[in-house]
């Protein structure tokens, strides 16, 4: 009986342990890109968009369980691409979007910083800061779709 109990309390301290070791934390989850991708719906998006398995399985382990009724349900005011103007040439597909599709949403501005790498800066409905999503190999469709779905289509006057 009292094994029973030893054995139950080890796996029961174990469990939080081996979990935790399957999820990254927020410091390395930012580092490869992912501090915007708060659910693990997004990473099933995500998936979709970007067929390199490893990606993917970091995203998963930088995400948090989310409900059915939330799938991906979470939109902001606005957004900023922010970049830096000289590394600009090394990302086309950004450069794509912002000189021909950018205009299309009214609430995305784009924002010059220097030795930025291409992010999305995503705003509450207060314009302020909410998150960050790296988007330095995103496609210029990607970008496209995911403003689409992400960004409320109300003009905001920011």
């Not at 719906?41 to 059915?68: I, P, Q």
């Not at 950018?102 to 998150?131: A, I, R, T």
């Amino acid at each position: 009986m009292v094994e029973r109990f030893v054995f139950l309390v080890v796996v029961l301290l174990l469990v939080p342990l081996i979990s935790s070791a399957q999820q990254l934390s927020s410091k390395e989850c930012e580092n490869l890109g992912f501090s915007g991708l708060a659910l693990c719906s997004d990473c099933n998006t995500f998936a979709e968009y970007v067929k390199d398995e490893e990606l993917v399985s970091d995203c998963r382990k930088c995400c948090t369980e989310d409900s059915d009724d939330s799938m991906s349900k979470i939109t902001y005011s606005g957004a900023v691409i922010e970049v830096c103007m000289r590394k600009l040439v090394f990302y086309p597909e950004v450069v794509g979007f912002i000189e021909e599709e950018k205009d299309q949403f009214p609430s995305v501005k784009v924002q010059y910083v220097f030795n930025s790498p291409p992010k999305l800066v995503m705003l509450d409905n207060d314009g302020q800061y909410k998150e960050t999503i790296r988007i330095d190999n995103w496609k210029r469709e990607h970008l496209h779709q995911f403003l689409t779905e992400k960004v409320k289509r109300a003009s905001s006057t920011m």
